[in-house]
């Protein structure tokens, strides 16, 4: 019997790369049904390129300030990515906004980590946020992308109580250990089309390990 075809993913960076070094340890196992193929980051000193390319990975910057406009960055980026035949994109600290033809494009096919319990929290400084707004949990979620930021139908999220005492490097230092823990489970559950989008909300089949997926 052939094996199935691994999903085919590419990783967009713009820094150090800490969450896309959990998905390309995930995928080293041969029953993981992801492959990461493609490493890419808007920054070319973006510390994660060297990283992925140690991992045997291709890796390359495409740096957006030598473009003029969003749309034209997009529409290189969409070419490199086609070109590589990618199934599916993950977001890994990719500190760029789409344009919506672009993410029109990839529609159901590209993945984000937030750093926080989505809706509560978009954007940036989100550690600061939970802090100064006295939740009691913090946390991260994947999520697919939509055109409006931090948007997109949740697949999974993952909680820590915030402490007495916790600022926001703290928080960020026990966030992430849940953030490396959650990606690679979810690109899992979407690679093996045991999560899926139906009607703009994520359904997850009952096999899928959703008791991995929330820590408190």
């Not at 005492?165 to 089309?193: H, K, M, N």
Request: hydrophobic share 50%.
């Amino acid at each position: 019997m052939a094996t199935p075809r691994k999903t085919r993913v590419a990783v967009l960076i713009s820094g150090r790369g800490s969450n896309m070094v959990a998905l390309i340890e995930a995928a080293k196992d041969p029953t993981y049904p992801a492959e990461i193929v493609l490493v890419l980051s808007n920054r070319p000193d973006a510390a994660g390129l060297a990283r992925a390319a140690e991992a045997g990975i291709p890796a390359r910057a495409i740096d957006h300030t030598t473009f003029t406009d969003r749309a034209s960055f997009d529409s290189v980026l969409d070419a490199e990515l086609r070109a590589a035949d990618i199934d599916l994109v993950c977001l890994a600290g990719f500190m760029r906004i789409f344009t919506p033809s672009f993410v029109a494009g990839w529609a159901g096919r590209m993945l984000n980590i937030h750093p926080s319990l989505l809706p509560l929290f978009k954007g940036t400084r989100t550690h600061k946020q939970a802090l100064d707004a006295g939740v009691r949990l913090h946390g991260c979620t994947v999520h697919f992308v939509v055109p409006e930021l931090d948007a997109g139908p949740i697949v999974a999220q993952a909680a820590i109580p915030v402490r007495q005492g916790d600022d926001p490097d703290s928080l960020a230092d026990r966030v992430i250990v849940q953030e490396r823990r959650l990606y690679p489970a979810v690109l899992a559950l979407v690679a093996s089309g045991r999560a899926r989008l139906e009607d703009g909300r994520v359904v997850i089949a009952e096999s899928a390990p959703d008791g991995a997926l929330l820590s408190l």
